[in-house]
């Protein structure tokens, strides 16, 4: 069927999926899995970001459920707990021609960036089940897998006897993929452990500090690293040769600060890495349908955007790396991914790398995570292959914040940009807006630049963008996304 050693690499796993006993966990939610088409049926969007550690730290993030509606189009649904930006809605459909999906508003609760659970209630309940019987069934594409997205599907195909089918992993598979430490056994098992940065585990706070003391004897800098944390907020870095100067005590006085700011549980391990010195982070963007569809495919490589030490995301671009390095990070993602699929993982996914020089000066790939979910450079791809004809220009896309663009509505954006949006229609245009929900109380929102060339795409984000927007670019906010 492929051409990637699919045997072999069900062999090579099979020590881990039986460890986990992943076949007979994931029989619970066999009734929902998706069979790889939609069949004419409406699709429900949900961008749920409640299961990331953290997540509540992130500016805006109740809004981020609103990111839902650039996959979205005629006939779907999406769903949020706060009404969409004044203006937003217009925009996507007559500017952008992502057609007329139906916007269902959810009760939140008290986390309202849980809105699966939001969709368990009414009134955003009877109205999907209505919806479902009219249509003769349902097609769930979460932004995440969780339990609670399931449990959704369970509860809506109950109440229709209509077949509810979703589009992500179940959770023993989506759990497995987002977890560092079982990835990282994962990409040995099916490469070798040279695929991987030098990776110990431990649960125990004094002997976390003690593999930080061995490292220091062959590399400059190592990480603590939190399993299941998106875009670096589990994360530590230290200097080695400083921390080798410490005595124990002082040692892991350091370590227990890290579990205390990252609100570690007793029972978990954690990760202490070696941290390369690397300016290289590229990410490639998978596509892994059921396996009688067709194999995993990498719908693009790109490098990440990232700040500081601890590597913070905070935008995309399409690789200019050398070809060599994109046919090496293609070819190893799929055959990772077909691992991934032979576990029965479907849907979206990526995995980020960091490339560094060996003693010879030679490249050297090497896998760092798994993003289990839609994300900041898929959402941003997906857009833009959505809206631009023909082949994928050069583009930069991150969040954009500024502290002078709090209580700014979004109609006034709009106005500012100008003639400068893209619009499909003419291929004019540089500029596509999305995520604008923070913009008013955080002055955030998300922006992709076209580009004729690399280049031309960096400046318009950095230069052009602020000047039209009429704000200092020097005060610019800073932060994360996942």
Wanted: charged letters at 25%.
């Amino acid at each position: 069927m492929y051409s990637w050693g699919v045997d072999r690499i069900s062999e090579a796993i099979r020590p881990l999926a039986e460890r986990l006993r992943i076949e007979s966990r994931n029989r619970e939610y066999a009734a929902h899995r998706w069979s790889g088409d939609e069949g004419g049926l409406p699709v429900l969007y949900l961008e749920d970001v409640s299961a990331i550690p953290f997540v509540s730290v992130v500016p805006g993030v109740e809004e981020y459920q609103h990111r839902a509606r650039v996959r979205a189009g005629d006939g779907d649904l999406f769903v949020a707990v706060t009404p969409p930006s004044e203006g937003y809605e217009a925009y996507c459909r007559d500017r952008l021609g992502l057609g007329s999906p139906e916007f269902v508003l959810a009760a939140g609760d008290d986390h309202a960036y849980a809105v699966a659970r939001a969709c368990a209630r009414d009134p955003a309940l009877s109205h999907i089940v209505e919806r479902t019987r009219q249509a003769g069934g349902l097609v769930i594409h979460p932004y995440m897998g969780i339990q609670e997205v399931w449990e959704l599907a369970g509860l809506v195909a109950e109440r229709t006897g209509l077949p509810v089918q979703v589009i992500g992993p179940p959770p023993p598979v989506l759990w497995l993929a987002n977890d560092k430490q079982r990835f990282t056994e994962l990409v040995s098992r099916v490469l070798s452990p040279q695929w991987v940065v030098e990776t110990h585990a431990a649960n125990d706070p004094a002997e976390m500090a003690r593999h930080l003391v061995r490292l220091a004897d062959h590399h400059r800098r190592g990480g603590l690293k939190r399993t299941r944390c998106a875009s670096a907020m589990g994360n530590a870095v230290y200097d080695l040769e400083a921390i080798a100067r410490l005595d124990p005590d002082e040692i892991l006085d350091e370590v227990r600060h890290f579990l205390e700011r990252t609100e570690w549980a007793l029972d978990e391990e954690v990760l202490i890495v070696a941290w390369e010195q690397t300016d290289d982070s590229p990410s490639t963007q998978l596509w892994i349908p059921p396996p009688e569809v067709g194999p995993p495919v990498v719908g693009g490589v790109y490098e990440q955007l990232l700040e500081g030490d601890e590597k913070i995301f905070l935008g995309s671009r399409p690789s200019r790396l050398p070809d060599a390095i994109n046919e090496t990070l293609t070819r190893s993602s799929i055959e990772v991914g077909i691992a991934l699929q032979s576990l029965g993982y479907v849907g979206r996914c990526s995995f980020d790398f960091i490339v560094v020089e060996d003693a010879g000066e030679t490249p050297q790939v090497k896998f760092v995570e798994c993003n289990g979910r839609w994300g900041g450079t898929s959402t941003p791809m997906r857009l833009v292959d959505r809206v631009v004809e023909g082949s994928r220009p050069p583009y930069r896309a991150q969040d954009y914040m500024h502290h002078d663009l709090v209580g700014i509505g979004f109609p006034e954006i709009l106005r500012r940009i100008g003639d400068e949006l893209y619009d499909p229609a003419t291929g004019h245009g540089r500029y596509i807006l999305y995520n604008v929900g923070p913009l008013k109380r955080n002055g955030k929102l998300d922006v992709i630049a076209l580009g004729r060339t690399p280049d031309e795409a960096e400046r318009s984000l950095s230069e052009d963008l602020p000047r039209r927007l009429g704000i200092d670019p020097n005060r610019r906010g800073s932060d994360h996304d996942e």
